[in-house]
C-alpha cells in the first residue's frame, strides 16, 4: 500500500499536467491503445503470460476463463473498435478534437480534467475498460485496485508506460484502503469523475463522501438470467444445456453478467424438470475438468443451506454434487425470480406465459441487466420488448453472457457519452 | 431381522429412563447407539419429510448401523416443513424460532409431543450446571414470560426452571413495554445476604447493565449469586468479545466470571448446553478427579452427541478446526433426532466450543448475494 502523499502527490501531478492530453488527437490516443492491446492479444505476450498465471494464482478461477476475460477486454481496446466506438456514441472522432458541425451550431466534447475508478475484486477487466475510456477522452485517470485482485491493473499500467509513455504517464495504478478519508477527501474533490464497481455498500460510501461537483458512475449489483423457449430445446436440447452450463460455470458465476436463473418455457415434449437433471450431469462433467475454485466457510454453509431449503420445500427439486459444495441445480415452480448464492448454484424455473414472468421481474427493474436468450422469431421480438420494459439494459445469445459487446451501453448508460461534456456553439 | 418398532410412548419411556440415569452411572457407548438407531427407526417410518429425506441419501433403517451414519436435518428446513412424527395437532407445545428472518420466509416451527419428555431432559441437565450446590434460589428472569411469549422454546424452559428450583420470590422480569430496569434494580438492592440468581437472555441482559451504568448504580450480589445467559446480542453489540461481557457483569453486579454460565440451546432441539465453569468452581462432582481442570467449554449432556462437520463436505473436521455443530439429542423423539445448525464450533476437551453463527457470504463486486438482495428489496 501506498502512503497517502505519495498517492496524492502522483494525483496532483496527473490531474496537474494532464491537459498535455490535448496535444494528442483522439485518433492518435486510439492508435495508442490499440497498439497496447495488440501486444496484450499475442499469446506470448510477457505482460499477458503474467497476468494470466497470477490471476489464476489469485483468484482460483480456471486459467482458461481467465485467458477469456483477458483477451477479451484487450478485443475492446483495438483501435478500430475504439474508433466504432466514438463513433457510435459521439458522432465522430474530431468533436474530441475541436468544433464539429451539428443540427442548430457546432460542437466540442471535454473529457473529465481527472477522471477516478475503483476496482472491483471480483472479475478482472471492467477497471481497465474503464480507464481506457477515460484516456480515450483525454482524461488522466487514477485508478484504486481492490484488495482481492491488484494483478491486472498494475501490469496494465506497467506495459502501457513501457509502450506508450506518453499515455501511461496520465494513468496511475494505486492501492489504498477503501473510505481511507485522508487520501479520499482531497482526490475526490479533485477529480470530476468517479466510477465505482462494487456492492451496494461500497457505492454508497463512496456516493456519502463525493462533494456535489463530482459525478459518480456506479457499477453495483445486478442480476442477470436466461430465457430459453420451446423451439430451441426441440432444435437442440443438449447444446442448448451445453451452453447453459458454461454460462453457470464460467468465473464460478461471479460476476454481474452471471445468470441466477434459468427460466425454461414449458415444453410438452421436454419438461423443464428433464432441462434441470441434464443440466446437473452437465455441470457435474466440467467440475470434472474445471474444477469450481476453493471458498471460505461461509460461502460453504451458504450453499450447504440454500440446498437444504429447496430440499424441504414442496414442488422443488435439488441435485447437488455430493460430499462437496461444487454445483446445484434447484428446480423451482415458483416463478419468482430468486437470486442464487452463485459459486455454480442456479435456479431452473419453468414458465408458460413470457408476459406474465415479466410482470414479475418489473420489481427488480433496476437490478436487472443482462439476459441470455434463447428463443426464436416472433417470441424473440415480444420477448424483447417485454425485458426492455422490465429495466434489462442488455440482450444477448446464450453463450456471450461473459462477453459483452464493446458497443454495449454498460448498464444501460453510454460508454464514453456520459465521461464528456459538450460546449455548444449556436448558429 | 429387527424387531417391531417401539411406540412413541415406549421410545419416550425409555428415553426419559436413560436420561434419569445418564449422570449418574453414565451409559455405554453402545447404550446410547441402540437407542439412538431404534430413535431413528421411529422417525424414518413417522415423519414423511425426514423420510424422504433419508432415502435421498440412501440412510434408510437397514442400512445405518451407527448413530453417527444418521442424516442430520439442517435447521433451516424447519422453516419449509413440519418435521413432526405425529400429527401437529396433537402436539402438547409448539415452539416456535425467533422472527428475525428477513424476507417473505415462514418462522421454524417444532412440535412438542410430550412436555414430559422436554422437563427431563431440561430440568436435571440445569440442576447439574448452574444449581448443583442447593435445591432453590430466587431467580429473576430477564426474558418474555409464558404469557407474553407462549411459543418460545426458551421461555418454557426457563418457566420450568422456576416452578422446579425457584424460591417463592422468583418472577419473570418484562412487561409489555420490555424490560422493568428499576423494578428488578430494587429487587436486588433488597436481596440482603441471600444468594440470587439472573436467569437472561444476553441482549436484555447487556441492556439492564447499560441501565445500571446510566444510574451509576453498582450493586454487589451476594456470595453464591450466579447468572445463566444465552441467545447472543442479535445486533446490539455484536463485536462485545465475551471476556469483556463477563467483566461489565463483575464489576457492575458483583458477580465473578465462573458463575456465568452460557447456555447454548435453539427451538428447534429439545436439551440445552452449559457451561462446565461453574460446576469446576463449586468442586462439584468427579471432573475435579484429574489435577489439571479442563478449559472452559459447553458439556455435552450424555443423552447427546455433537460433531463438527466440514460446511463443504459434511465430514467430521480434524481435531481443532473449526466447522458447523451437528447435534444428535435422544430427546428429539417427536422430530428430527440429528440436527444440523449453522453455528460455527470447535471441540474443546469433552465437550465444545461455540464460535458463532456462519452468517452468508458478503457479496463480491457487482454480484449479488441472496441475504443482501431480500434485505434491500423486502426490507
Known sequence: ?427 | MASATPSAGELDREIIAFISRAFGAPPAENEFNTLALSVFRYQFEQNRPYRAFCRARGATPGAVARWEQIPAVPVVAFKEADLACESPARAQKVFVTSGTTRGAHRRGRHFLFNTGLYDAAAAGNFKRHVLPDRDAMPWFILAHSPEQAPDSSLTYMLDLVRNAFGAPESRFCMSSRGLECDALLDSLTEAGDHAVGLLATSYVLLHWVEHLQNRRARLSLPPGSRIMDTGGFKGRARELPRVEFLGLLQRWLGVPPDFVVNEYGMTEMTSQFYDNTLRLKLRVGDELASSRPPPRHKVIPPWVRVRVVSPETLEPVSDGEHGLLVHYDLANRGSVLAIQTEDLGMRVGAGFEVLGRVTGAEARGCSLAAAEFLASTRG
Open chain 1, 1 to 427: 500500500m501506498d502512503s497517502p502523499a505519495k498517492l496524492l502527490g502522483r494525483a496532483r501531478w496527473i490531474h496537474k499536467h494532464g491537459y498535455w492530453l490535448k496535444y494528442y488527437s483522439v485518433e492518435q490516443i486510439a492508435s495508442g491503445i490499440g497498439s497496447l492491446a495488440d501486444r496484450w492479444l499475442d499469446p506470448r505476450n510477457y505482460y499477458r503470460r503474467t497476468a494470466v498465471a497470477r490471476l489464476h494464482e489469485a483468484t482460483g478461477y480456471s486459467a482458461s476463463d481467465i485467458e477469456s476475460a483477458v483477451v477479451h477486454t484487450f478485443e475492446q481496446l483495438r483501435a478500430p473498435v475504439l474508433s466504432r466506438l466514438i463513433r457510435a456514441e459521439l458522432g465522430s472522432p474530431q468533436v474530441l478534437d475541436g468544433f464539429v458541425r451539428r443540427a442548430g451550431g457546432r460542437v466540442h466534447a471535454t473529457g473529465p480534467d481527472l477522471t477516478v475508478v475503483l476496482a472491483a475484486g471480483n472479475i478482472p477487466g471492467p477497471a481497465v475498460l474503464s480507464a481506457s475510456h477515460a484516456l480515450l477522452v483525454k482524461s488522466p485517470v487514477f485508478v484504486k485496485t481492490s484488495s482481492e485482485e491488484a494483478v491486472l491493473l498494475p501490469l496494465f499500467v506497467k506495459s502501457m508506460k513501457q509502450h506508450v509513455l506518453w499515455l501511461g504517464r496520465m494513468l496511475h495504478v494505486g492501492h489504498w484502503a477503501g473510505g481511507d478519508e485522508a487520501i479520499e477527501r482531497e482526490l475526490f474533490a479533485m477529480a470530476d469523475l468517479v466510477v465505482a464497481y462494487g456492492s451496494d455498500a461500497t457505492i454508497e460510501s463512496v456516493r456519502r463522501h463525493l462533494p456535489a461537483k463530482t459525478r459518480l458512475f456506479a457499477y453495483g449489483h445486478r442480476l442477470s438470467f436466461v430465457v430459453i423457449g420451446s423451439e430451441a430445446l426441440y432444435r437442440d436440447a443438449p447444446s442448448v444445456i451445453r451452453a447453459a452450463a458454461m454460462e453457470v460455470t464460467a468465473f464460478d458465476q461471479q460476476g454481474c453478467l452471471s445468470p441466477h436463473v434459468l427460466y425454461v418455457a414449458q415444453t410438452r415434449g421436454y419438461p423443464a424438470e428433464r432441462f434441470a437433471e441434464t443440466l446437473a450431469a452437465e455441470l457435474a462433467k466440467i467440475e470434472a475438468m474445471s474444477p469450481r475454485r476453493a471458498l471460505s466457510l461461509e460461502e460453504h454453509a451458504a450453499i450447504q443451506q440454500i440446498r437444504a431449503r429447496y430440499e424441504f420445500k414442496p414442488g422443488c427439486r435439488v441435485w447437488a454434487s455430493s460430499g462437496s459444495t461444487a454445483w446445484t441445480v434447484i428446480f423451482d415452480r415458483d416463478p419468482t425470480f430468486t437470486p442464487s448464492c452463485l459459486n455454480r448454484v442456479v435456479f431452473v424455473k419453468p414458465f408458460r406465459n413470457f408476459w406474465r414472468l415479466t410482470r414479475r421481474l418489473r420489481e427488480f427493474g433496476p437490478r436487472l441487466q443482462t439476459v441470455a436468450l434463447a428463443l426464436e422469431g416472433n417470441s424473440f421480438t415480444e420477448a424483447v420488448q417485454l425485458l426492455a420494459d422490465c429495466g434489462v439494459n442488455r440482450v444477448c445469445r446464450l453463450g456471450e453472457m461473459q462477453r459483452p459487446s464493446a458497443l454495449w451501453p454498460h448498464d444501460g448508460r453510454p460508454n464514453l457519452g456520459d465521461f464528456v461534456r459538450f460546449t455548444f456553439i449556436e448558429d
